[in-house]
C-alpha cells in the first residue's frame, strides 16, 4: 500500500468513527435521552480515542506522503506532544481489544441486535474498533510501543475507575454491570484485576505482532519518534 493509499485508509475510518459518534450523540439526545452519561463509557471514550489518533496520524501520513526528503509536522513538535501522540497510539491499539473482550465476554446479551441502530451502535463499537486497531497494528509501519506506556496505560483504567463511580453518585447509574459492589460483592475485584491482566496480556501481544511483522515484512518501522 502506497503513502497515499495509507492517508486515505486513515482518514477514511476517522471520518467513519466520526460520523458514528455525531449520529450516536444526536440520536441519544433526541431518541432515548441518554446523553448525559455518553461520555461516562469506556467505549465512547475509546472509540473517541481512535477517531482522534486516525485523524492525526491522517494528516501527517498526508504531508508525508508529500514530501520530497520524508518528513511530517509531527517530528518538529515539541517533546512532550511527540511523546503524547505515542501514548495516544499505545491506547488505539490496545484499549478497543479491550472493550471488544470485555464486551463480547460480558456485557453482550439478547438486546444487543434488538433494533437496527443498537446493532449497528454495537457493531461500530465492539467490532470494527478492533479491526480499526488491527489494521494499525499489522499494516502499516508503526513501530513498538515504549514499555512506559504499559504502565501509563493500566493508570488510565484505574482512573476511569473514578469516572464511573462518580458518573454513579451524580446520575446513580453504573456505566457497566459488572462495576455494582452490591451485585457483584467479591467478583467486583476478580473483574478489576482481571480487567488489568487483560490489559497486560494485549499490550504484550501487540508488541510481539509488531516485531514479527517488522521481522518478516520488508516495511521500515517508523519507531514511533522513540527519541522523545
Partial sequence: MSRAEFDRVRLSIAFYILVTLVFQLVWESTKDDNIDSFFSYFTNL???GLCA????SGVQTFFYARSPISD???????RVFRYLHVLLLSTIVTFPLLVTIVYWALLASSSTFAT???AW?????HAFNTVFALFEV???SIGPMPWIDLPATLVMLGGYLGVAYITHATQGIYTYSFLDPKKQGAKLAAYIVGIAVGQIVIFVMILGIIHL???FTMHKSIKNLAKY
Fill in 46 to 48: 475509546t472509540f473517541i
Fill in 53 to 56: 489518533y486516525f485523524f492525526a
Fill in 72 to 78: 511530517y509536522p509531527l517530528q518538529s513538535w515539541l
Fill in 116 to 118: 437496527p441502530y443498537i
Fill in 121 to 125: 451502535s454495537n457493531v461500530s463499537k
Fill in 138 to 140: 499489522t499494516l502499516t
Fill in 213 to 215: 511483522r517488522e521481522r
